[in-house]
């Protein structure tokens, strides 16, 4: 899940937009290779570390291993930062944390992005670590429906406050479907209150296996297959952070690939951090479901096409996303595509190779 306020992950977007600043990119070349990340030569005696602060958009869950692996393991200090992941608190409203400079880099999905900088606040995505959307619709295969089409005149369990996608998949398609708007309870949909429910692939589906499904009793649709590929997980900062210390941005990220990396690679004790965090803040801990959820996680930032994470934010992907949020008047403009992504690393720098599957 997400803190993305649902409404704007969802309905009410928010923005992520780059701005093109090469000057980030040092020492073209010395390009990192594949092993680059994890035999950076760095002395951490050498660099003084910097307290650095990052923002989630939801609790602590295999989501953000990577960061709690790299603090665990010592990386982001090797890259001279000392990194503090804020609390995340439903009660918080991110904007005003950003506006207030209550963290120093921020994890968006790429609709609360561009709604955030459409109201004034001058973001910039500065590494989109995901290139595929998690979120889809699911139905029970007993209920006759194969394709959008089916979906004609029955009813989904969709997250209050977020309709914006499903609603333009729907629009898209031509289909009539009645939204009945849920919590994060899947009841409506086990008890056949409803045909349809939206779900993200790494947390909600998994709970529905859990119910007692099997993944054959199951059909799938994911917006990212129907041209609504809403991108999730981008890194962001204010561009006044990325104008004053462009070296500080640029080795958050490359600390964050090599974090993730080891992760994917260590996969037991990356989930042990996690489960011990849980533990501490005294918040729900389950093995088997951050299992799967950091699974997924490597499916989703290391897709089939690529080598390994690629930081690169899809301008098509952007203008798409931008149009239905335009479309549904949820903004008044769309900033443009390279004054919202501005990335740090240069392209080479992310043809690292795919992380064995230990499954």
Not at 131 to 149: C, F, Y
Request: net charge negative; proline share 5%; with cysteine.
């Amino acid at each position: 899940m997400c803190w993305l306020n649902r409404s704007l992950l969802y309905p009410l977007v928010i923005i992520s937009f780059i701005v093109g600043i090469c000057s980030c990119i040092q020492d073209p070349s010395g390009r990192n290779e594949v092993e680059g990340y994890s035999e950076k030569t760095t002395d951490p005696d050498t660099i003084p570390l910097q307290k650095v602060r990052l923002l989630p958009y939801w609790n602590t869950t295999a989501q953000f291993a990577g960061y709690y692996i790299g603090i665990e393991e010592g990386i982001f200090r090797k890259y001279g930062i000392d990194l503090e992941i804020v609390p995340y608190l439903p009660t918080d409203q991110p904007d005003k944390m950003i506006t207030n400079k209550e963290a120093d880099f921020f994890l968006l999905w790429l609709v609360n992005a561009i709604d955030m900088k459409d109201s004034g606040l001058d973001i910039v995505n500065i590494a989109q670590l995901s290139s595929r959307s998690s979120l889809m619709l699911v139905v029970k295969k007993s209920s006759g429906i194969e394709t959008i089409a089916d979906m004609e005149g029955k009813q989904a369990a969709i997250w209050s406050d977020y309709t914006l996608q499903p609603t333009a998949l729907f629009r898209k398609n031509h289909v009539n479907v009645k939204i009945i708007p849920i919590g994060s309870s899947n009841n409506l949909f086990l008890t056949d209150g409803v045909e349809i429910i939206n779900a993200s692939w790494f947390d909600e589906y998994h709970t529905i296996l859990n119910s007692g499904y099997n993944a054959d009793e199951l059909e799938t649709f994911f917006f990212s297959d129907y041209g609504l590929n809403f991108l999730e997980d981008g890194i962001y900062c204010l561009r006044s952070t990325l104008s004053k210390d462009p070296e500080l941005c640029k080795r958050f990220v490359e600390a964050t690939i090599e974090s993730w990396k080891y992760a994917f690679d260590h996969p037991d004790q990356a989930i042990n951090v996690i489960l011990t965090e849980q533990k501490k803040q005294k918040k729900p801990a389950n093995l088997s479901h951050q299992r799967w959820m950091l699974d997924r996680y490597r499916d989703l930032y290391y897709p089939e096409s690529e080598k390994g994470i690629n930081t690169n934010l899809s301008e098509s992907d952007y203008q798409t996303i931008s149009k239905v949020l335009l479309e549904a008047g949820l903004i008044g403009l769309i900033p443009p595509y390279r004054d919202i992504y501005s990335p740090v690393l240069i392209e080479e720098i992310n043809t690292q190779d795919k992380p064995k599957n230990p499954r």
